[in-house]
């Protein structure tokens, strides 16, 4: 349900220097997404009536980022008037007329649920407060704007670490950046907000100094836990909250009845998805929006990005990239699945296969050392060790066409375009050039040739022309006798 009485404005219009990035710091990525799609997730879970994203440092990444997340969500240009104080002013201005409340969120806090927001909102309503702001208490708060309460322990105002004195560098209760505001309160407060501070900016946080200041009601809610609430400003604090988000992820895997041995070691992006009774070994990745099946078992040291893998399926150590996996199908060990392989129910692609842009078959197997690409594989084919599919002629690609039944050799080279009919047979070490009729056997033997004494003649005093020399005098006594 939408609440019409709430909007949502999210800040992205800081550089990030701390990244050293080229790259805004709210497109840096966590489980999959960029920092400021997990802010805009959660926010929209609220149902407000809008959402604004501020925008300028690399505006139109940042805006077309946005806009592939929510198409819904209103850009809104900061002018160079620095500070959060302005960033939030210039979207009052696009909420012209708007009267409820206004929860303003820091497109860098990945990990704030939509359930403390909403704890954060109740409490801004039930209190009647004219701000209300989400802390943190912290073991080390450098770095952080201080909250500041007064003797009755409401809150007097925050201070920014650079503008704090002594005493006040030694409070361990932050603010997070998270606030609620009664949109009529806040339009007159950022009116008296000027930039006289150490940065000369205007900072959102003196408008609650300002509102106490004239007795207005402000309120608190400490994070249940302090994590949730804590900002990336540089990438130790961006692998941090990845590894702290993943840790919430498969937890909740492990709880919907996912079997994840080493949570330590899986990473499990937020779009994927696993069914009841998949199984997770140690060092696997499953990423994107990789959907998982149920009895599947997933690793150890597996990759799959964009996959669909099938019940009772199997992947060991192999990587795999938007590529579907059909049920009691087996992949692997050691296997490379590129972009738009298909590998039908109980199929195989075994040890050191790659495959790229092809069908392969129920019940058929590519069970070794061999690539397969841009070719389609019927049913019950097995492919002999070393099959190649030739598909490249160094202008265009070619497809390769195999059909039911169709056994191969080892070490058989298919050069594409060529097409395999139902039930063929192919010998070792062939190279098909031409179409095979079905139930055909084709071959490409050249006679072998010995060349007698090669070794002793081109290579005199090698262990090989001894021990040659050796054999030859032992072979004609025996012959002689």
Sequence with gaps: MTDNALAVIVLAAGQGTRMKSKLPKVLHRIGGRPLIGHVLDSARDLGPAQVLVVVRHERDLVADAVAGIGPDVHIVDQDEVPGTGRAVQVALERLDGFTGDVLVLSADVPLLEAETMA???????TAHAAATLLTAVLDDATGYGRVIRDSTGAVARI?????????????????????????DALRTQLARVGTDNAQGEMYLTDVVGLLRADGAPVAALTAPDAATALGVNDRVQLSEAARLLNARVVRRWQLEGATILDPATTWIDVTASLAPDVTVLPGSHILRTTTVASGAVIGPD???????????????????????????????????????????????????????????????????????????????????????????????????????????????????????????KTGAGAVIRKDVPAGALALSVAPQRNVEGWVETNRPGTKAADLAARARSAQEADDGA
């Design 159 to 183: 201070v920014e670490q650079k503008d704090a004195t002594a005493p006040e560098v030694e409070v361990t209760e932050i603010n997070a950046g998270v606030y609620v505001f009664r949109a």
């Design 119 to 125: 704890r954060l909102v109740e409490l801004h309503r």
């Design 302 to 424: 597996t990759s799959l990005v964009d996959c669909e893998v099938g019940e009772d399926a199997t992947v060991t150590r192999s990587d795999a990239t938007l590529a579907v996996i059909g049920a009691k199908a087996t992949v692997g060990p050691f296997a490379y699945l590129r972009p738009g392989t298909y590998l039908g129910d109980a199929g195989k692609i075994g040890t050191f296969v790659e495959t790229k842009n092809s069908t392969i078959g129920a019940g058929s197997k590519v069970p070794h050392l061999s690539y397969i690409g841009d070719t389609t594989i019927g049913t019950g084919v097995n492919l002999g060790a070393g099959a190649i599919t030739a598909n490249y002629d160094d202008i265009a690609k070619h497809r390769t066409e195999i059909g039911d039944e169709v056994h191969t050799g080892s070490h058989n080279v298919f050069v594409a375009p060529v097409r395999i009919g139902n039930g063929a």
